[in-house]
């Protein structure tokens, strides 16, 4: 039974020492005419986007220097054209220094329509061929919206959604249909890896098929190829209850946290929450019970945050005397197990290393985790069943 968690144990272990770091330096010239107040910053670092909250202009000069993990850095700038719809684009920068000049457009155009670049990409040629093939499911989507922004009666908002959801999925099965059809280009490797990947339009094992099928060595064995390969293995995992990925992590205080440590020592419990997430918040006090009903030589508890405010989570970890293993949005640990899915999210883990509860299955519909309860009563026998 220990074999597959070490064999993953190893495979971790090696992504993680091989994963590479680089640095883009990017210079965004803003026009005079633009609210640089409204403009929206974020960069892709090959794992997630991370949003930029805190930036300085001057001279209408924007300079970014971030870390990135994949094949490029993707800068993503943002700016509101109505109250629900925002321009957007997207340039893809190396490690070499980069310049955007966004050039002026009237208010009627996207700020971002016309620009100026130096040693940045922006995959225009494909972009346009994607527009024009997903131009019929995007028309069904504008007109739904239309009819729903005209709409006083909002009786209908469920179907609505239904038929919005719906209409979503077919866009994105078009966009897959594109993209296998255009596997050698890396920006199809970073579309599937953006927004097919995290979405639900496939099964995992299907996803894991075509990701395997189609892309070369070029973009699989890549730090990005990575982050998609454990996302899709960990989606699989919690939902088959198989084998739990290992993973390799720091806690807050700075001491490494690794799954295997605990395997035939102790249950363990991973709950993903965030301070921001109401559900997360009320589910603490029962979580605690459970601490004090349970821990001790038999559970180790382990949470682990989304993104939100660092200091403000630090604050909030005291003040609740969350006195277990905390460890800060590990955006690696977060994929291994699906990814930035809704929370909260709670897996059990035997003394064997499989998962054996998964909350969105087994109390979704249970905020007391009455069966989470019922199964840590049974875990001492259970565990020495399997021996």
């Not at 559970?299 to 005291?318: G, P, Q, R, T």
């Amino acid at each position: 039974m220990k074999k597959p968690l070490l064999i993953f144990s190893f495979f971790l272990f090696f992504v993680y020492n091989v994963a590479g770091q680089k640095k883009f330096h990017v210079t965004i010239e803003v026009p005079r005419e633009l609210d640089s107040k409204k403009l929206r910053l974020a960069y892709d670092n090959g794992k997630t986007e991370i949003p930029i909250k805190k930036y300085k202009i001057e001279n209408h000069k924007i300079i970014l220097s971030e870390l990135f993990y994949g094949n490029y850095a993707t800068v993503v700038l943002r700016y509101p054209k109505s109250i629900n719809t925002q321009y957007q684009n997207s340039f893809f920068i190396s490690n070499r220094p980069a310049n955007i000049v966004l050039c002026y457009s009237d208010s009627s155009m996207s700020p971002f329509q016309k620009y100026k670049l130096k040693n940045a990409l922006d995959f225009k040629k494909i972009k346009s061929e994607l527009l024009e093939h997903d131009s019929a499911e995007m028309k069904k989507i504008s007109d739904l919206l239309l009819i729903d922004a005209k709409k006083n009666d909002h009786s209908n908002d469920s179907i609505s959604n239904f038929q919005f959801n719906t209409l979503n999925n077919n866009l994105l099965l078009k966009d897959l249909e594109f993209i296998i059809k255009n596997n050698t280009s890396y920006y199809s490797f970073w579309f599937f890896r953006r927004n097919i990947v995290p979405s639900s339009i496939q099964s995992a094992d299907s996803l894991f098929y075509i990701f395997n099928t189609i892309f070369s060595e070029k973009f699989k064995s890549t730090e990005e190829g990575n982050t998609i390969r454990k996302l899709l293995l960990g989606r699989m995992a919690v939902q088959s209850k198989n084998v739990a990925p290992d993973f390799i992590s720091k806690s807050i205080d700075n001491k490494k946290i690794t799954l295997s440590e605990y395997q035939g020592k102790k249950n363990v419990l991973i709950i993903f929450w965030a301070t921001w997430c109401s559900p997360c918040l009320e589910e603490i006090p029962i979580i605690k019970r459970i601490r004090e009903k349970y821990s001790g030589e038999n559970l180790e508890i382990i949470y682990v945050s989304y993104a939100s405010d660092y200091l403000e989570y630090l604050k909030f970890i005291k003040e609740k005397k969350m006195n277990w293993v905390n460890i800060y949005n590990d955006v690696d640990l977060i994929n291994s197990y699906g990814g930035y899915k809704a929370i909260p999210r709670i897996y059990l883990i035997n003394t064997f290393g499989k998962i054996v509860y998964n909350k969105d299955v087994d109390d979704v519909y249970d905020p007391q985790l009455a069966n989470l309860k019922y199964l840590l009563e049974s875990m001492p026998a259970l565990n020495d069943n399997l021996r």
